[in-house]
């Protein structure tokens, strides 16, 4: 079980990302972030349990960020209960001395770019509407110093989908070994921006397949469970949603939710509340949203890629179609675009043999060998 925590809805970003912006600002206090601490624990007592820091802009609460950890550490030495920790931040309050913490207490923090300085200032600004790409740049660049292995965000929008392969480049260039993708759904994707965005995957599917034939580790979210669905076939299906199962997230007044989007100022969206952490978790509620998320649309059940396709996320359905179970139109029309390119991709590369595309896409053993690899245990 992941239980996010919603330290503040307040941000030091002007981000063009967000769905619903806070109507106001809220943040957690330390008792609330306790108390979240130990809904998570008692809720999964068997397994190590991941507490994730989320905001607005998590970093503005340092402070409540410092007494969970320390919290969850006493914990675990009083009671025995395992943690995990990961914080994602913007990066303009990231510093050295919140990454030595991070270093002392295993805290993995990922950082949100958006690829080259065009690409990232067109959405992530201040709040003066001043550019933050020097800034999170630098940030990024420290960041990678203390964990080589951090991951980067990267949102595409259609303002920056001409830009998408340049900028994923560029954040490979600088040393990410992991980059996850998000499309922004919401915004006005016309049909050029699609044409555009055909270009890019083919473009990309270039940059995958020159690093893997330099042999370079790296993860691209678009299309590494695309290629896992295209070579395991049937036995293998794309990221299903599994609502308010394995992942519940604590507004900043101790309600509880099913997904983070849902969380927006932690006041207004109370539909989608599902307890709190004193009271615990309305089961009758988590598991009717469950159900509802798993239906699938006619037009979903009738499409030849259902098994391959990223439609089931409740929130980003939620987000675009004001339903949990309906999908937009617009990430139909990219998974259509992306599942192509990425199978005739992986058929070159299994025709060249490419040995680093053999071990990543058909060795089980190969998640655990890069992982011992990466920390210098004889393999």
Avoid at 61 to 72: Q, R
Avoid at 151 to 177: C, H, I, N
Avoid at 251 to 258: E, I, R, T, V
Wanted: a positive charge; one cysteine or more.
């Amino acid at each position: 079980m992941h239980v996010t925590i919603h330290l503040t809805t307040s941000c030091n970003m002007r981000c063009g990302y967000c769905y619903a912006p806070p109507t106001h600002a809220m943040d957690m206090p330390l008792e609330t972030a306790e108390k979240a601490v130990d809904f998570a624990a008692g809720f999964d007592r068997e397994n190590n349990t991941g507490i994730i820091f989320f905001g607005g802009e998590p970093l503005l609460k340092k402070e409540v960020i410092y007494h969970t950890v320390a919290y969850c550490n006493r914990q675990r030495k009083e009671r025995g209960r395992m943690f995990h920790f990961k914080v994602t931040t913007n990066g303009l309050l990231l510093d050295q001395a919140f990454l030595e913490f991070a270093r002392l207490n295993r805290v993995a923090v990922a950082l949100s770019i958006d690829g080259t300085g065009a690409a990232h200032d067109t959405h992530r600004r201040e709040a003066s509407g001043a550019p933050t790409f020097d800034r999170v740049d630098r940030a990024a660049d420290l960041l990678l110093a203390y964990q080589p292995y951090a991951s980067a965000l990267m949102v595409v929008s259609p303002e920056t989908v001409g830009s998408y392969a340049e900028s994923a480049a560029y954040l490979f260039g600088k040393g990410f070994r992991y980059l996850i993708v998000s499309f922004n759904y919401a915004g006005a994707w016309t049909g050029e921006h699609l044409r555009e965005l055909t270009r890019q995957y083919k473009r990309l599917a270039r940059l995958y397949e020159k690093m893997t034939l330099q042999e370079k580790k790296f993860y691209l979210s678009p299309f590494e469970m695309k290629l896992a669905t295209h070579i395991g076939g049937d036995r293998v299906q794309c990221y299903r949603c599994v609502l308010a199962q394995r992942r519940i997230s604590v507004a900043p007044d101790g309600s509880l939710y099913p997904c983070v989007q849902f969380v927006r100022d932690g006041v207004s969206n109370r539909e989608f509340r599902i307890g709190t952490v004193d009271s615990g978790v309305d089961e009758t509620k988590r598991s009717a949203l469950y159900e509802r998320s798993q239906r699938m649309t006619p037009e979903c059940e009738a499409c030849a890629f259902k098994r391959r396709c990223h439609n089931s996320c409740s929130c980003l359905n939620w987000q675009t179609t004001g339903r949990i179970d309906t999908v937009p139109p617009v990430l139909c029309e990219s998974e259509r675009i992306l599942i192509p390119i990425v199978d005739a991709m992986g058929e070159r590369l299994y025709r060249k043999r490419a040995p680093a595309f053999i071990q990543k896409q058909y060795n089980p053993a190969y998640p655990l060998m890069s992982l011992m690899e990466d920390a210098g245990i004889a393999v």
